[in-house]
């Protein structure tokens, strides 16, 4: 190698860092002018499973049992108040998921390993969540006042069925905070089944019945599985937290018993329904080998994703309920 040559290599040799560094300046640039629409995109993202939409199905049927009960009793129905009444009790729930995601974090009951990490891993921060909660809850009152508006349900009747599912939204972790004394199993089985099936049965009739409260108890006891399997998949870090659930209190061998009773129970009822009055409320028993399945799985300990599929368990029961209600013969149910 000639002295041209040596002295040609060094010269490149020194200039290939140069080089390189334009190379990643400029995919530095590019990779920044990318960066606000996968963040906002992220956000929205976040601000959705934030909400826990899996858990929907706990608002959404009890709607649409409610306004099948009144449409069997009235023979009409009215779709803005269904929708209407869909969006009010969607947008309470979705506030009440983040209350709970707000205050769980807070008390130190969320980590790493929870279901929701929302907060803990940093997607939201605490005040995000706060003013995502105060915009539903005001979305709902928004919405609220639109079906008194169109409804001729009393405004009392309508405010103490409102208010009285968004004060239980709130406090079931917020303010005396139900689910950390034992008593989120008594607040949710009253809220997402008699109360949710009696403002759509309301707002749609124009007054209120009892009926409604005896047709959600096999839904209550559905939802009501949905959030017993939570707690028992959750009990040794509730435990950790200092914070008592209803499963805490019995203990495993209990809590599957519960479990076990609030899966099959409504299919009890169902039968009962099917053989005394119309064949059509045999059809929510098509979902039966779920239950089973789902049963399996909590008795064997593996709580992998357990309250998701029962909540796909508890919209699924639901539909093929209200399709039973919808299909029945005039006069045939009780009550109707």
């Not at 199993?185 to 749609?204: E, R, S």
């Not at 950790?240 to 076990?260: D, E, H, N």
């Not at 909590?298 to 998701?308: A, D, L």
């Not at 029961?317 to 005039?330: D, E, K, S």
Request: proline share 5%; aromatic share 10%; with cysteine.
């Amino acid at each position: 190698m000639g002295p041209a040559d040596l002295v040609q290599k060094i010269s490149i040799s020194a200039e290939s860092p140069r080089g390189s560094e334009r190379n990643d300046a400029g995919a530095a640039l590019a990779g920044a002018e990318r960066v606000p629409p996968g963040t906002w995109r992220q956000k929205c993202a976040a601000y959705v499973l934030a909400l826990r939409p899996w858990s929907f199905s706990a608002s959404l049927t009890p709607v649409a049992l409610g306004s099948a009960l009144a449409y069997r009793a009235e023979g009409a129905l009215n779709p803005g108040l269904l929708v209407g009444s869909a969006v009010t009790v969607l947008a309470v729930h979705g506030a009440g998921n983040l209350v709970n995601t707000y205050y769980d974090f807070s008390k130190g009951i969320d980590h790493k390993k929870s279901d929701d990490r929302t907060l803990v891993d940093q997607i939201l921060e605490p005040q995000d969540v706060v003013r995502f909660g105060v915009f539903l809850y005001t979305v709902g009152c928004i919405c609220a006042a639109g079906l008194y508006a169109v409804s001729t349900l009393k405004l009392e009747h309508l405010a103490l069925i409102y208010f009285g599912g968004l004060s239980s939204s709130f406090l079931y972790t917020g303010g005396i905070g139900f689910k950390y004394v034992a008593l989120g199993d008594v607040v949710i089985l009253i809220t997402f089944g008699p109360l949710a099936v009696m403002f759509a049965h309301a707002v749609q009739v124009g007054y209120l019945s009892v009926s409604p409260l005896l047709y959600a108890i096999p839904l209550a006891l559905s939802t009501e599985a949905i959030l017993h399997s939570n707690n028992t998949r959750d009990m040794e870090s509730d435990q950790q937290a200092g914070i008592v659930t209803l499963a805490i209190l019995i203990g495993p061998a209990f809590s599957y018993i519960l479990y076990t009773v609030l899966l099959f129970l409504p299919y009890l009822i169902f039968c009962v329904l099917a053989t005394r009055y119309t064949i059509s409320m045999a059809l929510p028993l098509l979902t039966i080998p779920m239950a089973f399945s789902l049963e399996r799985q909590f008795r064997s300990q593996s709580f992998n994703k357990i309250p998701q599929r029962t909540a796909k368990l508890n919209l699924l029961l639901g539909l093929f309920y209200v399709f039973g209600i919808t299909l029945a013969p005039a006069g045939a149910l009780p009550k109707l």
